[in-house]
């Protein structure tokens, strides 16, 4: 990685996930919109919107394929993340951060960002370095929630015509205050480093990991700015959100 000047920006693009949901015949980060694989895509959004040198966390059994990739860039390094958990590949990421970019320096803005949310704009991207230069020390993409959100619990036996294992509701939970949250998420280099040494105990597993890095801030405390989020940073989770993916691209075409 070059060398950079203090007012640079970092990111760490998670791509060591196996796409279990997504069921293709590849890592989700290599599967392709419009002849570009996902993790192509979310580097693109991340330079456009402000990123000067980003790592990559690739599946370990895969890494050489993503170094052949992505490497050729001088401002993209990918090193293998952890089957373990996202937690513990960002960690990947970071220590890859501290050992290869010389002039990070304490308050450099560093970006986490899921490779399975490719077509995030670099306007949010943006937005969220923004906020980090304005001060703040944990900053989140937020989207209200259209759904009507309800909790409920499982039948634990079969019982008085209720099947064992089916679902009922338990109450209606007030969606005006909440939001879905997506990323990239933004921290000063020393807050991001810090929070992760601390926890690296939970990021052994999935149960004990956190899913996202704001987590990781709420536990120490450290409040947390959400900025406005947006459709189209979608998380590519299921087949039907690569239907959603590529009518967002068709509409940008048609522009
Ligand atoms: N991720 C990662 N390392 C892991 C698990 C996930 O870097 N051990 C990354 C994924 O590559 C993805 C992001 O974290 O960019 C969000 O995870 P998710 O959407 O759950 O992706 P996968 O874990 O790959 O999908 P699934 O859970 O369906 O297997
Ligand atoms: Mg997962």
Redesign the pocket.
């Known amino acids: 990685m070059t060398s950079t000047s203090p007012a640079q920006v970092f990111a760490v693009i ?9 069921g293709s015949d590849r890592p ?2 290599l599967v392709e919109l419009d002849g570009i694989s996902l993790v192509e895509h979310a580097l693109r959004s991340l330079h456009s919107g402000g990123v000067d040198c980003a790592v990559v ?1 690739a599946p370990p059994e895969r890494f050489e394929d993503f170094r052949a990739l992505l490497e050729f860039r001088d401002v993209v390094r990918v090193v293998p ?6 937690q ?2 960002v960690a990947a990421g970071l220590e890859a951060l501290a050992q290869t970019a010389a002039a990070l320096s304490d308050d450099s803005p560093v970006l986490i960002h ?3 949310r490719p077509l995030v704009s670099p306007q949010l991207v943006s937005r969220v370095i923004d906020a980090l230069r304005a001060g703040e020390q944990a900053v989140i993409p937020g989207l209200a929630v259209a759904d009507t959100l309800k909790s409920f619990h499982e039948v634990p036996e079969a019982s008085a015509g209720q099947a064992q294992g089916a679902h009922y509701v338990e109450a209606t939970v007030d969606r005006a205050g909440l939001v879905a949250v997506q990323t990239p998420q933004g921290f000063p280099w020393k807050v991001i480093r810090e929070l992760h040494r601390r926890a690296a105990a939970s990021a052994n597993s999935e149960a004990t990991a956190l899913t996202d890095d704001a987590g990781l801030a709420q536990q120490a405390g450290i409040p947390v700015r959400i900025v406005a989020g947006e459709g189209r940073a979608l ?1 590519i ?1 299921t087949p039907i959100d690569l239907v959603f993916a590529r009518a967002i691209l068709a509409e940008d075409a048609r522009a």
Do not use: I, N, V, Y
């Not at 998670?14 to 997504?22: E, K, N, P």
């Not at 993340?81 to 996202?86: D, F, K, M």
């Open positions: 998670t791509a060591a996930g196996s796409g279990t949901r997504l989700k980060a966390t993340g952890s089957p373990l958990s996202r513990a590949s899921d490779a399975a998380k989770t």
